[in-house]
């Protein structure tokens, strides 16, 4: 099957070009200069007029969590129906999370994944590993999972007695990442503080969702975000910070950084867009929609500006989602009597691309940008470019038809994750997916999921090419 996509805007993270896009099969393979694909004689089965529309290499989104179990429930989107949402958005590849629980070894967690996205997925999918307790088996399971394309482990300095490692786990991680290329992704919160002040609060009677952001200050993130960074430098590995939700750990990132060492950070379009004060502290319970951790910043302090300025400024290296999606009914309701009860998490995989199109729209971000912080980034940093994350012969055909003038307003009642409500609840969006290609293959058409749940494949990764 071969597909001539003519007459649109091809964006890519050098810019916009007015180029001709031809699929063949499951890869992309050819870019002609506008008119070039007619000149040539090119013969399609099928030719997509994209007149007025942006041609984007598909989105990744690399922090998800598919059924995820936290706090006695799951996440509520399954590998099938968050994939499809993934597609509807634009997203044609996702990095979840495999978990090694506390106390278990890190294969039966990893084979655990295998088995819940095999057959299952709309959109290709690859791994990260959770390590929930680095002692000497970990250690070495994390040479040969990334001989097998699992790339990259993330460590948990928040969730002491769940997912938290203490310093010296996290050094021997980070030493052993730099001898086997891996990069460590880095949950930087500082979850000791964090639990007394949780405790304090439960203790004085302060049960409410937004103590669950007042227990988690900024400060702890960026304390951590600090020490992750020094455990790195002596380690001698690269380090990424994921979710970074605070301005001061965005100024640790950036000092480092500056001194050239490498040091990356991904934001969530929740800490761009959402705030403690207007939708954590929402009346009665509706703010345990927005749980999640880091926990949304005040708006007194400018949070939200500063990680935009990060994103242009390439302090901060791209966005992901963290989708971590649970229902108010039977799971965010768990908390209703103790904050510390509410599963953390917000779901959003299916609105990054818009978010930060909308992002474009307001003038925080050039095209270029919105689409190296999306798509190109994330393949780089994770192992991925240029098989993902470019328009670009021998790619995969992975390609969104983006209609930049498009309006409409996100809502439970119109999104396809598995959730009852929606944290983006009336946000009014410039821009719109109108038809999006995985590998080749058509899943989404004007609007439609025209695709198949196990269509997605895993996908092996290389190691981190964050300094190409
Ligand atoms: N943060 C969340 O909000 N949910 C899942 C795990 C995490 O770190
Ligand atoms: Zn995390
Ligand atoms: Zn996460």
Request: hydrophobic fraction near 40%; include cysteine; charged fraction near 20%.
């Amino acid at each position: 099957m071969r597909t001539l996509i003519t007459n649109g805007t091809v964006v890519t993270a050098t810019g916009a070009h007015e180029q001709d896009v031809l699929l063949d099969g499951q890869t992309i393979a050819a870019v002609f200069t506008r008119g070039g694909a007619e000149a040539a004689g090119v013969a399609a089965d099928e030719v997509v007029d994209a007149t007025g529309r942006y041609v984007l290499p598909g989105g990744i989104d690399a922090h998800t969590h598919m059924e995820m179990p936290f706090g006695g429930t799951h996440s509520a989107d399954t590998f099938e129906t968050g994939t499809i949402a993934a597609a509807h958005g634009g997203t044609t590849t996702i990095i979840d999370f495999a978990i090694q629980a506390a106390g278990q070894q890190v294969r039966p967690g990893l084979e655990r994944w295998f088995e819940k996205a095999e057959g299952t997925c709309a959109i290709d999918y690859s791994f990260h590993m959770i390590l929930g307790g680095v002692d000497d088996a970990a250690l070495k399971e994390m040479d040969g999972l990334v001989a097998e394309g699992i790339t990259s482990f993330k460590l948990f300095m928040a969730y002491p007695g769940v997912f938290y490692s203490d310093d010296g786990q996290i050094l021997r991680a980070m030493q052993q990442a730099a001898s086997n290329g891996a990069l460590i992704c880095m949950h930087a919160e500082n979850g000791i503080a964090i639990d007394v002040l949780a405790e304090q609060a439960a203790a004085r009677g302060d049960t409410d969702p937004i103590n669950h952001g007042l227990t988690r200050p900024s400060r702890l993130e960026g304390e951590a975000t600090h020490r992750a960074i020094q455990l790195a430098l002596v380690a001698g590995a690269p380090l990424y910070i994921v979710h970074l939700s605070a301005q001061e750990a965005l100024e640790h990132v950036a000092v480092a950084r500056g001194e050239g060492h490498n040091v990356f950070a991904e934001t969530c379009p929740q800490y761009l867009y959402l705030t403690l004060e207007d939708h954590l502290g929402k009346p009665g319970f509706e703010g345990a929609a927005y749980v999640a951790s880091p926990p949304l910043r005040t708006r007194d302090e400018p949070h939200r500006e500063n990680l935009w300025r990060g994103l242009r400024t390439n302090d901060l290296s791209m966005v992901a989602t963290d989708h971590c999606p649970f229902c108010m009914k039977d799971q965010k309701e768990l908390g209703r009597e103790d904050f510390r009860a509410i599963p953390n998490g917000i779901g959003g995989i299916e609105h990054r691309m818009d978010l930060l199109h909308q992002g474009v729209v307001d003038g925080q971000l050039s095209l270029a940008r919105w689409v190296e912080t999306c798509c190109t980034t994330p393949a780089r940093m994770f192992g991925l470019y240029p098989q993902k994350g470019v328009i670009a012969p021998g790619s995969d055909a992975d390609v969104v038809i983006y209609d930049p003038t498009a309006r409409h307003t996100l809502s439970v009642d119109n999104h396809h994750m598995a959730l009852d409500h929606s944290a983006w609840e009336g946000f009014d969006i410039t821009g719109a997916v109108e038809s999006v290609y995985a590998r080749g293959r058509k899943v989404i058409d004007h609007g439609s999921f025209v695709g198949r749940a196990g269509h997605g494949r895993f996908l092996k990764r290389g190691l981190s090419q964050y300094l190409q």
